[in-house]
């Protein structure tokens, strides 16, 4: 099985709202990411999560804040957003958290923030 | 200079063509060398992976690294229109904490 599980597929949430995204693995892998992705753009990687411990912090805002409960979930709640915020938020996989390691994705979230 | 530079198309052939997309990038360091396809709305999923230099065959799907001049290319053979979708090439260093390099993706349409 390799699929990686996220909900909400769709969101919509005001700028005052607090909400969380979820990302669920049962592979076994021992990485987990959170990516941003625009339209028309490559994913940006947000976070990494090595071994339930935060290893990259791609300096991103604190109105997103990552928590990895166990080796197979991934939340990341947001909370007073910026329209600019909207896009499409992948959560992906690995084995390890090392070079040349294949990514597994979800399909993602799509975000919209009013 | 861009890491990796990806021609962004699009690109438009028709159903049965041999399509070619390319990616070059200026990281000598980089030993592991990928194409994810994403279809629209969807998360990226891995369509071919490679070691350093060589050729890789999958079906219709051969990817080709030449370390020595900076290019991976994917080439598609029998094109289909499902095979429609933005192609991203992605390629890392080793070690720990190595994060993937994507390229800008390249929108592929298969004319019927």
């Known amino acids: 099985d390799t699929e990686v599980t996220q909900t909400p597929k769709h969101l919509v949430m005001g700028m005052t709202n607090k909400k969380s995204l979820k990302c669920e693995q049962h592979?076994?892998?021992?990485?987990m990411y959170w990516y941003k992705q625009k339209a028309k753009k490559p994913p940006e990687l947000m976070f990494v999560?090595?071994?339930?411990?935060?290893?990259i912090n791609e300096s991103v805002p604190s109105r997103f804040s990552p928590e990895c409960p166990n080796s197979s979930l991934l939340n990341l709640h947001l909370h007073a957003l910026q329209p600019e915020d909207s896009a499409l938020y992948l959560c992906?996989?690995?084995?390890?958290?090392?070079?040349?390691?294949?990514?597994?994705f979800g399909s993602g979230t799509q975000l919209s923030v009013l | 200079q861009k890491e990796v530079e990806q021609d962004p198309g699009p690109l438009s052939v028709p159903e049965g063509a041999i399509v070619s997309l390319n990616c070059t990038y200026s990281n000598s360091a980089f030993q592991y060398f990928m194409w994810y396809r994403q279809y629209s709305r969807k998360g990226p999923e891995l369509l071919m992976y490679?070691?350093?230099?060589g050729n890789k065959e999958d079906g219709r799907f051969t990817a080709q690294v030449d370390k020595s001049s900076k290019y991976i290319s994917l080439f598609i053979r029998d094109s289909q229109p499902s095979d429609s979708a933005t192609y991203l090439c992605?390629?890392?260093?080793?070690?720990?904490?190595?994060?993937?390099?994507f390229g800008k993706g390249i929108t592929l349409s298969v004319r019927p």
């Open positions: 592979m076994g892998h021992r990485a």
């Open positions: 490679t070691y350093s230099s």
């Open positions: 992906a996989s690995s084995h390890e958290d090392a070079g040349g390691e294949k990514l597994f």
């Open positions: 992605a390629m890392s260093v080793t070690g720990a904490n190595s994060k993937l390099t």
């Open positions: 999560y090595s071994y339930e411990k935060l290893s």
